[in-house]
């Protein structure tokens, strides 16, 4: 089957540095994205990865291990309005996005 | 501006009775997609699109029922054989089904179901 694991929750601090790691396993796959979403709101794309390797977008960066199943996003210089979930979803072999459950993250001042 | 619509935000409907939630895009985007958003849970593709006439079921398919007469609308009627129906549901869209592309949310409806 189908699994995508990410932690439910995790809380930083403003200013700080925080990774949320997610874990997959899919029928084929052909890519990884990630989404922030805001309580309430529409899912906002962050990132895409399909090559191993750190990919660095501003404060924003991702990380893909195919062999591992493996990916990370990296936040750097923490801010108040980077509270909120963040949404793993790999791509199998048919293009499908397969979504995980997010990480709520909370920021502390 | 291009960009998905979804209406409305908020809606409210009684048990039994069928709903249509809207959704179009001007982004001239081949695929289109509706998913269901639970609390702690991850989005789960209801139904989707990838041409005009044609859709496909999603992981739960049941108790909804979509169309897709024009590229840019693909409405979603949830029916009263839908056993849980309150939820947030997304639509989105990507330029084409058949491709890692980047999906585009509208801003999502959510419907409670009294």
């Known amino acids: 089957g189908q699994n995508i694991d990410q932690p439910t929750e995790m809380t930083a601090t403003e200013g700080a540095i925080v990774q949320i790691n997610c874990t997959y396993q899919?029928?084929?796959?052909?890519?990884l994205f990630w989404y922030q979403q805001h309580a309430g709101e529409a899912p906002t794309f962050l990132s895409y990865?399909?090559l191993d390797g750190l990919e660095e977008k501003g404060r924003f960066s991702s990380f893909l291990s195919r062999s591992k199943g493996y990916s990370y996003l990296l936040l750097k210089e923490l801010q108040m309005k980077d509270s909120a979930s963040y949404l793993c979803?790999?791509?199998?072999?048919?293009?499908?996005?397969?979504w995980g459950a997010g990480t709520k993250l909370i920021i502390k001042p | 501006d291009g960009g998905i619509t979804q209406s409305p935000k908020y809606l409210f409907r009684k048990e039994g009775q069928n709903v249509t939630l809207s959704c179009e895009q001007n982004?001239?985007?081949?695929?289109m997609y509706w998913y269901r958003q639970d609390p702690g849970q991850g989005l789960r593709l209801i139904y989707y699109?990838?041409?005009?006439?044609?859709?496909q079921k999603g992981d739960i398919a049941e108790g909804y029922s979509v169309s897709r007469e024009k590229k840019e609308s693909f409405p979603l009627t949830v029916t009263s054989a839908q056993k849980n129906p309150t939820a947030f549901y997304l639509c989105?869209?990507?330029?084409?089904?058949?491709?890692?592309?980047?999906?585009?949310f509208g801003p999502g409806t959510r419907l409670t179901v009294l």
């Open positions: 899919t029928s084929g796959f052909n890519g």
């Open positions: 979803a790999p791509v199998d072999s048919n293009y499908q996005l397969i």
């Open positions: 989105a869209s990507s330029i084409s089904g058949d491709n890692y592309n980047e999906q585009f």
């Open positions: 699109s990838q041409i005009v006439n044609d859709f």
């Open positions: 990865n399909v």
């Open positions: 982004l001239n985007h081949d695929a």
